[in-house]
């Protein structure tokens, strides 16, 4: 059997990265492509968004590779997905937010997707654009209460997987239809490579994350913050 590849998984308030410091302090340390795509955001909390995703990326990937969080040679492909050279690292990682959260997971090996999405947020109607006949046969046979759970579920699920294949999400997203391992916070994906696999966690209030890999994985939760920090939390 294969041996799984660690998935490590950071999951951060919006506050907790950017704390009380001063945010153009914090901008002065990004490179200027970063600041220039930060600067893109017309609303203050997309900004402190976006600045805090981009730091907390960093952060990760400095403490995976071992260079300096300025020095990180982030790259991001034509469709924007970020990546960095297989020579400095040979594997993967990515981001989501989801209103105040953020989440990075990153792995030593193989591709990685991760997805944040909202319990009761993803609408019933949208589910005919992104679900299988399965996946809304499923949806219909649940209350309302497990049926805004799954359909969250289910969104983040296509989220990461075609964040992790780097296309994000299409209508092709119809395709790819999810079933529940009995028993197990994991799902088989049919219509793509069955090597993939799929977890799903309460990643923080009424949110849940799902992680895709290209290979069986685990995960293991990672702070990238330090933890006698302040947590002063702002609603967005
Ligand atoms: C990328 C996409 C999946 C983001 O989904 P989302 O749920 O709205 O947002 P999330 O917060 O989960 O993810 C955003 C992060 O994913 C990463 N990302 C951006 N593009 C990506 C892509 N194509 N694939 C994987 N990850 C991507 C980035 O880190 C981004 O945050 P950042 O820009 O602050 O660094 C979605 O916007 C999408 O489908 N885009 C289509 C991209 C595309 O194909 N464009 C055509 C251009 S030719």
Not at 7 to 16: F, G, I, P, R, T
Not at 197 to 217: C, G, K, M
Request: charged share 20%.
């Amino acid at each position: 059997m294969e041996i799984p590849t660690v998935v490590y998984l950071a999951v951060h308030h919006v506050e907790d990265i950017l704390q009380d410091r001063d945010l153009k302090q914090l901008m002065a340390e990004l490179p200027q492509h970063d600041r220039d795509r930060i600067g893109r955001f017309r609303r203050p909390r997309d900004q402190r968004q976006r600045l805090a995703g981009t730091l907390l990326l960093r952060r990760a990937l400095s403490r995976a590779i071992g260079c300096d969080f300025e020095n990180v040679p982030i790259q991001r492909t034509t469709r924007g997905r970020p990546f960095v050279d297989s020579l400095v690292y040979p594997g993967d990682f990515n981001l989501s937010h989801h209103g105040a959260w953020l989440a990075v997971a990153w792995t030593a090996h193989g591709r990685v997707g991760v997805d944040l999405a909202g319990i009761g947020q993803v609408r019933l109607k949208v589910a005919q654009y992104v679900c299988s006949n399965e996946e809304i046969a499923y949806l219909d046979s649940l209350a309302e209460e497990p049926q805004a759970q799954a359909l969250a579920t289910l969104w983040a699920l296509k989220e990461a997987y075609t964040k992790a294949v780097g296309f994000g999400m299409s209508r092709q997203a119809q395709q790819l239809s999810f079933r529940p391992k009995v028993g197990q916070p994991q799902f088989t994906l049919f219509g793509a490579d069955p090597a993939w696999t799929f977890s799903v966690l309460e990643a923080a209030p009424a949110t849940v994350a799902a992680i895709a890999t290209d290979r069986p994985h685990q995960v293991r939760s990672a702070s990238l913050t330090p933890l006698e920090s302040p947590r002063v939390r702002v609603d967005l």
